[in-house]
């Protein structure tokens, strides 16, 4: 059924004049499956929904150049679109088999539009119904064209969710669980048989449970340690082999095309003696978030390609801003890679860090935030969340490491590939 296409009213942007954050979704397996896509002008006077949208539009419809397809690699995208965009020929540019249409709630639900989302269904086009607190009559309208419910979970009271995932689960709808803060959370919506789950519980710590380190751990930290106060190759070599599992490892991450060796690396002596100190220290502190002995996939790891990712983009940040001192992007990545092991091990960060001897730098910028590596983390960390910061304070964040937007997005479409490269390498099918 052919639709008229509309012209879409959406602002000139210019070069990347938008912040991208990318949320991930996993599955109850807790492995990555997805990421919603949020746009957000730059313009400290466009901070509604319907500007984002507006931002989203305007990204989808130069996405080829902006390198869009970077920013997910093989995973699929989740974004919001409006009425405009699907009645518009631009929602073609999106490739049907790797992304969700979230139909906000403040959609008018004309004929046509339910004509044309009848025609992108036809189509091959998969819809979801975003941010559902209740049912109601307009949701019945959108329920039969719909595969996946998206369900705001934070403020609802547990009777009013257990109704409704049961009543949403006999429609045949799967279920995501939206704004899911904490892993009480999650083990509710779990136990209420939701599908998918989105937020950022996975990145918390949960200190009062605690758990006990995997030998694994325990030997990459005394590794690090060993770095960190100089320790010869043979000393390190020792300890590593006390791991079976992170040689092995160490050895095949060493054998992939992140390390760019030509020949094939046969020991952990001549792996050290390639990669050097400070290329080995970079993949320990990722091998700490993959857990060797562990039976899952690395590759599957939202913590992982979080830490990872969060690292890489405060290297590149450092090179940016100070590119005449190539030391302190290392000690940067540093920082970004191990300001998410309070939730990787369930302790607070100071007993994490405690044992590495870490700098006095390093400390306060994972402590509180302080210092130039404090910055750069501050600045991470709020782009990835932008739903809690105004454009003007981003604005102002970036204008303080005197940066733009552009520069800044084109910094974390590099962080974004480079990190989804390791949880591709690091795959168990890897050879």
């Known amino acids: 059924m052919a639709v008229a296409a509309l012209t879409m009213d959406v602002p000139d942007l210019g070069a990347k004049d938008f912040f991208l954050a990318r949320q991930p979704i996993l599955n109850i397996e807790q492995e990555l499956i997805g990421y919603e896509l949020l746009f957000r002008s730059t313009a400290v006077n466009r901070a509604t929904v319907t500007d984002d949208v507006a931002a989203t539009a305007a990204v989808i419809e130069h996405a080829a150049e902006l390198g869009l397809h970077n920013v997910i690699g093989s995973l699929t995208a989740f974004l919001n679109v409006d009425a405009s965009m699907l009645m518009s020929e631009v929602i073609f540019v999106l490739p049907k088999e790797q992304v969700i249409l979230e139909i906000l709630e403040t959609v008018e639900l004309t004929p046509s539009l ?8 036809e189509a091959g086009y998969v819809f979801a119904i975003d941010d559902l607190v209740e049912e109601s009559a307009r949701t019945e309208q959108l329920m039969p064209l719909a595969r996946i419910v998206k369900v705001d979970v934070l403020d609802m009271q547990v009777e009013t969710l257990a ?11 799967k279920l995501l669980a939206e704004k899911v803060e904490t892993s009480e959370q999650f083990k509710l919506c779990r136990d209420y048989g939701f599908d998918y789950y989105q937020g950022y519980y996975f990145a918390r710590p949960d200190v009062l449970q605690g758990k006990k380190l995997s030998a694994s751990c325990v ?46 690396i046969a020991s952990l002596g001549q792996a050290l003696l390639v990669l050097g100190d400070r290329q080995l220290k970079r993949w320990l502190q990722i091998l700490l978030y993959a857990n060797p002995n562990s039976n899952r996939n690395a590759a599957s790891s939202p913590l992982m390609i979080l830490a990872a990712t969060r690292g890489k983009m405060c290297e590149l940040l450092s090179q940016k801003i100070q590119p005449r001192r190539p030391n302190k992007s290392d000690t940067a990545f540093m920082v970004g890679v191990l300001s998410l092991t309070d939730a ?28 130039f590596y404090g910055g750069l983390l501050t600045l991470v960390e709020s782009v990835e969340r932008p739903e809690l910061l105004s454009s003007a304070q981003l604005n102002e964040m970036l204008s303080n490491f005197q940066l733009s937007a552009g520069e800044f997005y084109n910094l974390q479409k590099e962080a974004f590939e480079w990190g989804d490269s390791i949880s591709e390498n690091m795959s168990a099918d890897t050879p």
Do not use: W
Not at 114 to 121: D, N, P, Q, W
Not at 163 to 173: C, F
């Open 114 to 121: 339910m004509r044309r989302i009848e025609t992108l269904v």
């Open 163 to 173: 109704a409704l995932s049961a009543s949403l689960k006999l429609k045949g709808k």
């Open 219 to 264: 030997v990459i930290m005394q590794i690090l340690a060993l770095i960190i106060k100089g320790a010869n190759n043979y000393e390190i070599v020792r300890f590593i082999k006390q791991d079976v599992a992170l040689s092995l490892m160490l050895l095949r991450l060493v054998n992939t095309p992140l390390c760019g060796f030509r020949r094939h």
């Open 344 to 371: 990787l091990f369930n302790l607070e960060i100071a007993d994490v860090i405690g044992p590495l001897g870490v700098s006095i730098e390093i400390r306060e910028a994972l402590l509180s935030r302080a210092g």
